[in-house]
């Protein structure tokens, strides 16, 4: 059995986008802020929290830095 840690970045986003994708289709937006404290408080919650805010600190540090993103390195 694999652990959440073990789940490439892929899969995780796959997994989020389904999580979103339902919940937009069939909960009002209270629930959502609900649901999304209970996944929150979850282990793979709490990665994927955790993954958003390496991303985003990465992300914030590059811009201050003037250093090109992954996109335009690709290209």
């Known amino acids: 059995m694999r652990q959440a840690t073990d789940v490439p970045p892929e899969e995780i986003r796959k997994i989020e986008a389904v999580i979103y994708a339902m919940a ?10 609900e649901i999304m404290e209970d996944i929150i408080r979850t282990r793979l919650g709490r990665k994927l929290l955790d993954k958003r805010t390496s991303d985003t600190k990465l992300e914030n ?11 335009t390195i690709a290209a």
Do not use: H, V, Y
């Open 24 to 33: 937009n289709k069939f909960l009002e937006s209270m629930d959502l802020d």
């Open 61 to 71: 540090a590059r811009k201050l830095l003037d250093l090109p993103d992954k996109q």
